[in-house]
Every structure is written in C-alpha cells, then in structure tokens.
C-alpha cells in the first residue's frame, strides 16, 4: 500500500497530464483529483446497486480507492513502432516456453487429463493458452482490479465498457472468489492465470479442484480448467486439429483469403497446395472439411489452412497473430518443430533470452537502458538505432537477429 505521502506526491504529475489528455481528446471527461474520482464513485453506487452488489459491500470495497491517472496514458497509447509477426513470434514461442510448457504439461498431467475428459480440449492446447496469456501464471500483470477499472469507469474513452467490468469485479470480490488485495492484473482489468476480463470470469470460471472458490489467482487447477470451459463454451471441436501449415504453388493468388473465408480442403488441394512435404491435402486431412487460407505474412511467408478451432482460439483475444502463437506453441508441445517456410525477412526476430542478452551488449556499450528486462521499449530501440547508425545497419531500431550479431 502507498503511503499517503507518496499518494500525495503522485497526485500532482497526473494533474497535468488530465489537462493534456483533455486538450488531445475531445469527449475526455476531466475530473481532476481524487474528490472527483470519489464523486464518480458516488454517481456510480446506485448503478453497482442495480448490478448487483450491495452498498455495503461497494463501500468496503471502494473505501481509499485513488485514480490511477497513469492507465490513461496506457489507454490511449498510440505504438509508434508495430512489430511485424516474426517478432511476435519468436517472443512468444521461444524455446524457453516450449521447455516450460512440457515441464508443465507432464507436472500438470492428471489435472489436464481430467480437464480434457470433461471439457473436450486437448492438454497442449490448454498449456499453451496458458504460456501465452499468463506465462504459465508467472506474468498476471500489478494493477490492483479495482482501482484500475474504477479509474476507467471515470476517466477517457469506453467508460461504459469498463464500468460493467468494474461492478464485475466489485461482484466477484463481494462473491469471496478472490480476496481483495489478490485481485492485481492488467492496467485493463484482465487478471489471473487465464487473464480473463472480470466478466469473463463471471460466465466462464470453474471451481475445478471443488474447494468453493473459483480461483484464478493462486490455482492453477481452477486456471486451467477455466481456459479449457472457454474454450468448450466458443465451440472448440474435440479431436480435431486448428489447421496446419501448407506449401502454395508458385504464384498463387491469396487476395480476400483469410480465416473467415472457409473453402473445402478439394478446392484448396485444386489450386495446387499442397503439405509442407508436397503430400496431397487428402492424405492428412478429409476433402470435405473447410479450411480458411491464412497467410500473415503474405504469400512467400509461411501459410495455414485454419479450422474452426483456429476460430475459437481466436475468440478468447481478437488478433490472429495471437491465435497463431498459441496453435504453433501448442504443436511445439506436441513434439512439432519450427514452421517449414520462414518468415520472409533476412533478420529473423529474437527470443527472450536473446532480446535480454541484446540489452546486456547495450549496457556493455555504454547505453543507459534500465535492467535488461527482454521487453523492448522507446529506450533499447533508440539504442539500437544508434548502433545501428555506427555499424552502417538500416537504423529502424529493431531488435533482429543482425544487431545482436554484429555486437556479439
Ligand atoms: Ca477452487
């Protein structure tokens, strides 16, 4: 807990920074101190009334509740720099992750076996949501649920949106399912192992070790049950695969195929694709299922042919980058190796271990980037870019496999 002192002290920034969110953004509504964030609350009471949780239990709950005025910038973030696909994936399905998601998959074993013969998802597709969403519950993110959300239900955009989610997380904390100060998570209020929104847990948790809490905080029986019924509730189709990768024949056009555009596997095996080893479609796969034609990267990028479980992948967080992360982690858990096409770049991106050891070459080299972290901010990109600049590289400040090379 802050102390009021160092409450106090953080007060005085934010003030500044509401008039300059006001000034950027119309429709912002200003509320300048806490006096007005308690204000809100007063407005919001009998509306959390309504929903559910009773005054006294929003007022326990509420009670030296102070706006995180620093969310905000967070909310309206703008990146400046988009990563393209290959370095989200080399981040996300490292060979750290995959070594952790088998140790998980064999720790975990008995649960995952009864979790998959009651919700009908496979055991590495439940790991690897899990590695990808939460690192295996080591990253929940800090923000205290309430505070977080209550700043978002009074302050900037989507005040509507967060305000439901607020009295879902007043009515979980008031439910016992979590203890107050356990429920940290998101600067955007998705917590615990599985991240789920607060409403998400609401619809879709599980108690699955039958201790009566549903706990996602601290059990990881209850976590990965709850990702499995998520994933049984979007439709997930039991034993059968998200896709897989293919070869396209030379010159193939992919203009309007994607996820959505679903065809059967003879219409795609006509056009000449064919398996990574140039098997007819027909030999891995039955001609008659319908396969959407994924290509992130364009045609001479690795390509899929997704199935509906790809769909469902891709409801639990809407990006298919994402959804490609967790259906590749999963084959890797299954034993499966690196995609056969690479990306089409000559400077492959980075796992985590060797974007922390690319930082560790910075600081050797004098720049002042903060503790080697592996997460790739404004610092170690401006950084690179000045390395980039010496070493006579293109200076885009990325963090690829050539840099790290070349100061290796
Ligand atoms: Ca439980």
Redesign the pocket.
């Known amino acids: 807990m802050p102390t009021r002192r160092s409450r106090r002290r953080s007060l005085r920034p934010l003030h500044k920074l509401t008039l300059v969110l006001a000034l950027a953004l119309p429709g912002v509504t200003l509320a300048q101190n806490s006096a007005d964030f308690a204000a809100c609350m007063q407005k919001l009471q009998p509306q959390a009334a309504r929903a559910g949780i009773s005054a006294q239990s929003f007022a326990q709950f509420t009670q030296g509740v102070v706006p995180d005025m620093s969310i905000l910038e967070k909310l309206n973030y703008q990146p400046e720099f988009r990563q393209p696909i290959w370095d989200y994936l080399a981040g996300l399905v490292d060979d750290q992750r995959i070594s952790e998601g088998r140790s998980n998959l064999s720790r975990h074993g008995e649960v995952l076996q009864r979790v998959s013969a009651q919700y009908g998802v496979d055991p590495a597709t439940v790991v690897a949501v899990w590695g990808v969403e939460s690192n295996f519950g080591q990253t929940q993110g800090k923000y205290p649920l309430v505070q977080a959300l209550g700043t978002l239900s009074c302050y900037g955009r989507r005040q509507a949106y967060f305000q439901k989610e607020f009295f879902a997380t007043l009515r979980i904390l008031q439910s016992g399912d979590i203890q107050p100060q356990r429920l940290v998570g998101s600067w955007a209020g998705a917590f615990g192992h599985t991240q789920f929104m607060p409403s998400t847990f609401e619809r879709l948790a599980v108690?699955?070790?039958?201790?009566?809490?549903?706990?996602l905080m601290d059990?990881s029986?209850?976590a990965l049950a709850s990702t499995a019924n998520f994933l049984a509730k979007g439709g997930w189709q039991t034993g059968q695969p998200w896709g897989f990768e293919v070869r396209l024949p030379a010159g193939i056009n992919t203009a309007g195929e994607g996820r959505r555009n679903k065809k059967p596997i003879s219409t795609w095996a006509a056009r000449g694709i064919t398996t990574v080893d140039g098997r007819p479609l027909d030999t891995v796969v039955s001609s008659t299922q319908k396969a959407g034609l994924l290509t992130p990267a364009g045609a001479a990028g690795p390509a899929f042919l997704v199935f509906r479980n790809f769909d469902v992948i891709y409801g639990y967080n809407a990006a298919e980058s994402y959804a490609l992360a967790i259906a590749h982690l999963s084959d890797r858990l299954r034993g499966a190796g690196p995609f056969a096409t690479p990306w089409p770049t000559d400077d492959p991106g980075l796992s985590r271990a060797e974007r922390v050891a690319l930082q560790k070459r910075l600081l050797d080299r004098g720049h002042d980037i903060g503790e080697p972290d592996g997460l790739i901010g404004s610092k170690t990109r401006e950084a690179i870019k000045t390395e980039q600049n010496r070493l006579g590289l293109t200076p885009d400040g990325r963090a690829g496999q050539k840099i790290l090379r070349a100061l290796q």
Do not use: L
């Not at 108690?207 to 706990?215: L, T, W």
């Open positions: 108690d699955f070790d039958g201790d009566g809490r549903r706990d059990n029986a209850d």
